[in-house]
T-cell receptor
Framework: GAVVSQHPSWVICKSGTSVKIECRSL??????MFWYRQFPKQSLMLMATSNEGSKATYEQGVEKDKFLINHASLTLSTLTVTSAHPEDSSFYIC?????????????FGEGSRLTVL | RKEVEQDPGPFNVPEGATVAFNCTYSNSASQSFFWYRQDCRKEPKLLMS???SGNEDGRFTAQLNRASQYISLLIRDSKLSDSATYLCMTGNTGKLIFGQGTTLQVKP
């Protein structure tokens, strides 16, 4: 089946640094990828929708200047957490749909656990 | 009101029990419905899609009620390995939203 790979799985950084997370679709082209964030014992919250070749669409309350999304190719989207702070510590997960219109099954990356000291 | 709502539980059931979860959604235009399973500290994995006519996969049955805007998941003959968080997801083109998840603990 379709596979989405996310890297890195774990990252620990100092407050004020920037962290980049990559999301790759390995065996299909994804015109749209989604970025979610999950705090402990909470659900996945959609942060933004990443569209290949255009600007990402951010959900209400998500700062686009803090969470930079780049979707430069049909198989790669990146999320950069700029000037990370301890409150940004969370589990970040990307997903992609293998169908046009994004009405099909979503395939998830393994997630990236960010800890900001 | 949240777009997608679930009872967070936890549901504690003995092995062999039948358990049902509901998930309500507020967007009447939603076209896609799924149940995902998430184990602790892992990414969600698709359990099953939910079709208008209802569908079954082994011990799992999913149903959709468009009039009342909810989907359900029924698990029969619960196994210890069914212990996890079950997330419903609904949406339409371009936007898929998760519920907060329902935690199931199956006890010996």
């Amino acid at each position: 089946g379709a596979v989405v790979s996310q890297h890195p799985s774990w990252v620990i950084c100092k407050s004020g640094t920037s962290v980049k997370i990559e999301c790759r679709s390995l065996d299909f082209q994804a015109t749209t990828m989604f970025w979610y964030r999950q705090f402990p014992k909470q659900s996945l919250m959609l942060m933004a929708t990443s569209n290949e070749g255009s600007k990402a669409t951010y959900e209400q309350g998500v700062e686009k200047d803090k969470f930079l999304i780049n979707h430069a190719s049909l198989t790669l989207s990146t999320l950069t957490v700029t000037s990370a702070h301890p409150e940004d510590s969370s589990f970040y997960i990307c997903s992609a749909s293998s169908r046009a219109g994004n009405t099909g099954e979503l395939f998830f990356g393994e997630g990236s656990r960010l800890t900001v000291l | 009101r949240k777009e997608v709502e679930q009872d967070p539980g936890p549901f504690n059931v003995p092995e062999g029990a039948t358990v049902a979860f509901n998930c309500t959604y507020s967007n009447s235009a939603s076209q896609s419905f799924f149940w995902y399973r998430q184990d602790c500290r892992k990414e969600p994995k698709l359990l099953m899609s939910v079709y208008s006519s209802g569908n079954e996969d082994g011990r799992f049955t999913a149903q959709l009620n468009r009039a009342s805007q909810y989907i359900s998941l029924l698990i029969r003959d619960s196994k210890l390995s069914d212990s996890a968080t079950y997330l419903c997801m609904t949406g339409n083109t371009g936007k898929l939203i998760f519920g907060q998840g329902t935690t199931l603990q199956v006890k010996p």
